[in-house]
């Protein structure tokens, strides 16, 4: 049996193939969880016929009674005409507590506000009254009597969300499962294809559930755009709320006042806050008060507002945008740059538990999205919503012990994140110490990216750095935890903060100014203008050779060559760029344009190819951009002055054998004729 058929067999009515709430979604601003309730209503089936009727039937559910803005009037018509219809919005409840003492519901799409809507729907659907709205089925009545005082009336609401699950039930069948399998269903559960994604890559993506999974966690992912960072905020649950983080008030937050009544923000009914876009924006402010009532909350799932304390259970995850690669960040800043400057605070920051590494994760294609069986969105958001009652922090003491140098803060978060994963994972609580440990090290790593970085921010976390090492209690071994970044960039220079702007030191700055100008000296000013010409089958030329000197200080990179379309001619190009990777003083600054040329049969497979090196280069913070308006001559023209014309463009080697040393190294490729010519503008 295949992991599908397990899928189906293990969770019948419970699953839906992923793929299916794309071909109904189209430009509908829906959340995936609202489409694929009514996709688990008509097609949770391998039957490709009943899929297709099912499809059908869901397409003229969203086509009937989905409330599109633009037709919002229409609708209103049919509910006139008819006397009742039913809709899907996204509903919003306030307080009357005028003469009318009543509350009042507005529909997002359909534009209808202050509608009386009965108590009990409050009462059994707190959420309504957040603020944010709920996406709910409702029959809507029209009363045309003269005597009316209001035409519309709410007769019946259902939110798009299922009221119970089987906690217990879902529990069992996760051992029908191996490990493996059982993160590859997870991974086809939030949308993605396992298949392109190896076991680290998964286990970052999975991290992400972990506010909902968690009481109280506090999550951060930074990474470049395109990787579905907000996603599974978005998308995935019913029981969280994504909000922009620009727009998030201490009194949207936490504690609004109606009259004399507090009313509790965004953290009373929600089981997950995510801010999205959490990046710095110019011309917004942040409020300071929320920033102080944060601190405390993150800390101490409490906050003071009004007339007293208040305690909440949300989640709060912080998602936004890098702005620059990881090895320019540790080199000349820190991993929380790009936030805004009010948060990067060592009292702020030490709350973070968990800091999970976007920039590993690639960004999501059309071929990254699942197009097998996962459980319906809803149903997941639900076991997540109930597992968040199980608490599986005490079993990480049966297997190691950490050193005693780590904080109560560092034990905590490194808990929270093991009983995180532990439910996502091993929900029956049956591991194997291999297992155990991978998510022991994991929990432990996203806790110590979080404590380098406050070691750079904040100076007075030096004072009492923490070791991250552990003992494992069976075999009595002891092993070290390490970022993955520090391992594959161990440089990291001391930063100070000063009134709240990022600032390298002195020394630091000097010890920089001095090792650039060590690199950048040679011959800079003594390059000459000359034409070289390279005789045929002439060995020991390489694009370093060539260009290396009078590219390595550009910015800015210019190549010229009509004739970058076959294989070995694309690899010509990526090897002139990892030349100048290699060799420019200021690679993660590096601007890099291609001009080519092609057939217009060709034209879009070329497309393909140069969208992924662009994609690929961004992860080095090089920015690649192409167009097919190239002229006949072939030149590569930097901003530091030079321009470098190419009798035969890159296409200066003679074809070599797939088992030679010429492969390796560019220096014994037997060279075309061509004359390479080296001109300085004024």
């Known amino acids: 049996m295949n992991l599908q058929e397990k899928i189906l067999s293990a969770f019948v009515g419970k699953v839906v193939r992923k793929d299916l709430a794309f071909l109904v979604k189209g430009n509908l601003p829906v959340p995936t969880y609202v489409l694929e309730y009514l996709l688990g209503q008509y097609c949770a089936s391998d039957d490709e016929q009943i899929i297709e009727e ?36 996204k509903i919003t409840v306030a307080l009357n507590d005028s003469i009318a003492n009543q509350y009042e519901a507005s529909f997002a799409n359909l534009g209808l506000s202050r509608i009386p809507i009965a108590d009990q729907f409050v009462i059994d659907n707190p959420k309504l009254l957040s603020g944010n709205g709920v996406w709910c089925i409702v029959t809507i009545n029209y009363l045309s009597s003269d005597t009316a005082k209001i035409r519309w009336e709410i007769d019946t609401l259902k939110p798009i969300q299922i009221s119970s699950v089987d906690l217990d039930e879902f529990i069992r069948q996760r051992e029908k499962f191996t490990t493996e399998e059982w993160i590859d269903f997870l991974m086809h559960t939030v949308g993605l294809s396992p298949e392109l994604l190896n076991r680290r890559e998964k286990l970052i993506i999975l991290a992400r559930l972990l506010p909902h999974v968690e009481n109280n966690f506090n999550f951060m992912e930074l990474g470049p755009k395109g990787t579905g960072k907000s996603h599974v905020f978005q998308e995935l649950s019913p029981y969280g709320v994504l909000v922009s983080g620009g727009d998030v008030t201490s009194a949207r937050l936490f504690v609004k006042y109606s009259g004399n009544k507090e009313l509790l923000g965004l953290v009373g009914y929600w089981d997950v806050v995510a801010w999205d876009e959490f990046e710095q924006q110019k011309g917004k402010t942040v409020d300071t008060v929320m920033i102080d009532t944060m601190q405390n909350y993150l800390a101490n799932k409490s906050f003071n507002r009004g007339k007293g304390a208040h305690e909440a259970s949300a989640s709060m995850a912080f998602v936004g945008n890098t702005k620059h690669t990881v090895p320019y960040m540790l080199k000349n800043s820190h991993l929380f740059e790009s936030i805004p400057v ?58 190691v012990k950490f050193d005693g140098s780590l904080s109560e803060r560092d034990h905590l978060a490194i808990r929270k994140t093991f009983s995180g994963m532990t439910k996502l994972l091993y929900p029956n609580g049956k591991y194997t110490e291999e297992e155990v440990l991978e998510l022991i090290d994991f929990a432990a790593e996203s806790r110590k990216r979080v404590k380098d970085q406050l070691y750079i921010i904040d100076e007075t976390f030096k004072a009492e750095p923490a070791k991250f090492e552990y003992l494992e209690l069976k075999t009595g071994n002891t092993r070290q935890v390490e970022t993955l970044e ?62 290396a000197d009078y590219l390595k200080d550009a910015k800015q990179i210019t190549i010229t060559d009509p004739f970058i379309r076959l294989p070995y001619q694309i690899r010509n190009l990526l090897d002139f760029i990892q030349m100048l990777i290699d060799t420019n003083i200021h690679p993660e600054l590096l601007d890099i344009v291609l001009k080519t040329q092609n057939e217009d049969s060709g034209i879009p497979e070329m497309i393909d190819v140069l969208d992924d090196i662009s994609e690929d280069l961004q992860s080095y913070g090089v920015q690649f951009k192409y167009f097919f308006d190239a002229a006949h001559d072939r030149s590569v023209v930097a901003d530091n002055g030079w321009s470098i014309s190419l009798g035969r463009g890159l296409d200066i080697f003679e074809p070599f054998g797939k088992y030679a040393l010429a492969q390796a190294k560019q220096e014994n490729r037997r060279c075309k004729e061509f004359t390479v010519i080296y001109m300085k503008s004024n």
Not at 370 to 396: C, F, P, V
Not at 495 to 516: G, H
């Open 54 to 89: 099912g499809l059908e039937k869901v397409k003229d559910v969203i086509r009937n009674n989905y409330v599109h803005r633009a037709e919002a009037e229409e609708i209103k018509g049919k509910i006139r005409e008819k006397g009742r219809y039913r809709v899907i919005d």
């Open 342 to 399: 009010a948060f990067i605070k060592g009292a702020f920051l030490d709350r973070i538990h968990l800091y999970n590494p976007g920039w590993e994760i690639k960004m999501l294609k059309k071929d990254s999205f699942s197009k097998g069986y996962g459980l319906i969105t809803d149903y997941i958001a639900a076991i997540l919503h109930e597992l968040r009652k199980l608490d599986y922090s005490g079993n990480i003491s049966n297997y």
């Open 486 to 547: 520090r391992i594959e960039n161990p440089i990291y220079p001391a930063l100070i903060i000063k009134d709240e702007e990022l600032s390298l030191s002195t020394e630091c700055n000097q010890r920089k100014e001095e090792v650039a100008e060590k690199k950048a000296r040679p011959r800079i000013g003594q390059l000459p203008e000359k034409q070289i010409n390279i005789r045929l089958n002439q060995k020991g030329i390489s694009y370093r050779s060539l260009f």
